[in-house]
Every structure is written in C-alpha cells, then in structure tokens.
C-alpha cells in the first residue's frame, strides 16, 4: 500500500517516522551495518517509543530480533515464554497444534513476511487432511495469541491472524443420558474401584478435575456437603493444586444418602488398598480418588482404562464423555424444575444465564400456554 507521507519525517535523534495510508504509523532506524529495522504503531508516540527501546536494547548489547526468523524458530520463543505463565494443559495443546499442524506446513516461512492468504490456505488444508473443525480454530485461536505477541515485540508489522476469518466450528450434539442410562451406567459400575467417582459426577455435576482434586477434609459427613474449593492440575513440576475455572466454582454442593454411603464405603476400599499395598502407598495428599498406588489419577486413564469400557458394558453411545455425566445432573435437575438459580450455583458457573444457555431446552414447558396466556387479553 502506497505510503502517505504527513508532518515532519525527523524528530531529534528518533530517525525517520511517517504515517502510512493505512493510518499506520512507521519508524525507521538505521543499524551499524547500514541496514534498517522498520517499526510500526497506531499513533506516532507508541512507533517512536517501539524504536527507542530499540536503541536502548542495542545500546545495552543485545541483540534486536532478527528479519528472517522463521515461524518455526518464532514458535519456539513463544512456547518458551508460555511455557511457564500458562497452566500444563494449556501448554500442553498449543504446543502439540503448531509442532503437529503449524511447523510442518508454514513453519519455514519468515515470519516477517508470513500473510492471511497463507494462513487462509492452512487451515484449508487442515480441514482437507480430516482435522475437526474444532482443532482447526484451536490451531487459529493459538496462532493469533503467539502473532500478537509478535506484534508487540516488533517481530511482525501486524498480526495477520487478525484478517483472517477465523474458522466456524461444527457444533458437537451434547449428549445427555436419560434416567434409565444413568441408572445403567451405576449399575455397570458396582464393584469397580472408581465407582464412587463415576455416582459422585452423575449426582455433584462436579468437573472432573476437581472431583479428582477432592481431598477426604472436604467431604463432611455430618452436614451431607461436599466443599469444592480446588481443582487438580498437571504442572511441569508435577501435579499440584489449582484453582477452580471460575470465582463462582467455589462452592459446596449437598449430597443426599446414598450418595455419602456410596463415599465411605469408598474410604473402606482406599484403606484396604493401602494395607495390602504397604510402603508404597503415597497419598500425601489425602485424595479421595487416587491410583492404585496412592497416587494422583490421571484424566486420560480414566478416561481410556476405566470409563470407556463402563460405557461399552452398559450400552450406551460411544461418544459419551466423563464431561456428559456433568450435562446430565444439569438436565435431570431442570428437568425437575429445580430452579435455573440453583442449578448453576451448584454448577459453579458464572451465572445462571450460561446455565440457561447451555440447557434451555431441558427446562419443561408447554408453548402452547402462551397461545392461552395471550388469549385473555381478549376476555374483556
């Protein structure tokens, strides 16, 4: 885009600045090997700023990023900086997106020089080789994070995420288990040494990482409660607690009967469990749900050891996620007329109105009554 050229080109000591037609500001600083490093901004004050600091950086020895960067090189400066301000999964999957689908396809480009209509042909490519058109907005979504990044590092003029339409999502069926199956999958699981956990999601709606982060001091007993106060999370100094997903998830939900024998009955198996295994037997951390050797469980094993083959024994759909146990406590209760305002504190959502969004079509009601309701308008 032709530049459009407004004021004066040189202040004192700040080398050449102008204004691009675009509305964008530029700033030009000539290196010691007679190069030049181009610097851009929304406003005059923030490009002569971006310079400054670069003469600083220069004055102080270091080096400034260089031109020919690459995305792959980028991406591992990114994932290095992340590294340690982001949670493990979060790391974990933004990682595995651009190493799987970044790296191979773009990663060789400048990241200087990198434009939408690649970014556009990417992710084309990407849903053509069979990728979900979920991972194919991950992959965007993690994409213009690390290119904003790069855009207020001066590594990249703009980030060109930001004109590319970001991918639509085929939006996946939630499946919500009917009574009997809810039943069915309890009964499947009688006997299994995780069988609490499995009642525990279907009658709390708990998430499972905080089901997992549950510690004995927070069940009571006495009250019939259960305190949700911390979630389980993956480290890369191991596991640890984390905080719950939102302000709202800290919470205590009551259990009824059953359920509460269902837990000591739970404690019973886990202390056998550490008799019979002895010394190597490592609950330090008091969990309620813990492996067979006392140690924290692990979402995927659960997921593929234990609950998937439950699933199948029971006959229910394949697709069906430990995450639908939560969507089906949801349901029932609404479907019960528990109020949308109850629901979601137990829930720990941020508000009813995300509860009401997801399961409005649980809650019972006959349109028909507004036919009639409107109707008496006319009985005048």
């Known amino acids: 885009m032709p530049r459009k050229r407004t004021g004066s080109k040189r202040g004192n000591g700040e080398g050449t600045v102008f204004r691009r037609a675009d509305g964008r500001w530029v700033a030009k600083l000539t290196l010691q090997d007679g190069k030049r490093k181009e610097f851009y901004a929304r406003t005059r004050e923030a490009v002569v700023q971006k ?16 031109d020919r960067m690459t995305v792959a090189d980028y991406i591992k400066i990114w994932l290095n900086i992340k590294r340690e301000v982001v949670r493990h999964k979060t790391y974990s999957n933004w990682e595995s ?27 084309f490519d990407l849903r053509d080789s069979g990728l979900s058109s979920t991972s194919v907005n991950s992959v965007h979504r993690v994409l ?105 998830g800290i919470r205590d939900i009551p259990l009824d009967d059953g359920m509460l024998k269902s837990l000591r009955n739970h404690r019973v198996r886990m202390t056998e469990e ?7 037997w490592n609950n330090e951390l008091d969990l309620v749900f813990v492996s067979r050797n006392g140690t924290p469980l ?7 050891r234990d609950f998937k083959p439950l699933v199948e024994q029971a006959g229910l759909p394949s697709a069906l996620r430990l995450h639908d146990l939560r969507h089906f406590f949801a349901s029932y209760n609404l479907s019960k007329n528990v109020p949308v305002t109850v629901v979601s504190k ?35």
């Open 51 to 66: 310079m400054e600091d670069a003469k600083s950086t220069i004055r102080s020895g270091r080096s400034l990023p260089s």
């Open 97 to 123: 997106l651009l190493r799987l689908h970044v790296s191979p396809r773009v990663g060789q480009i400048q990241i200087a020089r990198l434009t939408a209509m690649q970014l556009q042909a990417l992710y």
């Open 144 to 248: 213009k994070n690390m290119l904003r990044t790069a855009e207020r590092t001066d590594v990249v003029a703009r980030c060109v995420a930001d004109l590319v339409q970001a991918p639509s999502i085929d939006q996946r069926k939630m499946i919500i288990l009917s009574t009997d199956q809810a039943r069915s999958l309890m009964r499947e699981s009688r006997g299994h040494r995780l069988e609490a956990l499995f009642e525990l999601a279907l009658m709390s709606g708990a998430r499972i990482s905080e089901l997992i982060g549950l510690r004995w001091q927070d069940i009571s007993f006495d009250r019939g409660m259960l305190s949700i106060r911390q979630a389980l999370q993956m480290k890369h100094q191991g596991v640890v607690f984390g905080e719950v997903k939102t302000k709202a």
């Open 274 to 280: 550490a008799l019979a295994l002895g010394a190597p």
């Open 298 to 304: 692990s979402v995927t094993n659960i997921r593929r």
């Open 346 to 380: 137990v829930m720990g959502h941020s508000s009813p109105a995300v509860t009401h969004s997801i399961y409005a079509h649980c809650i019972p009601g006959d349109e028909r009554t507004v036919a009639s309701t409107m109707g008496e308008l006319r009985a005048v």
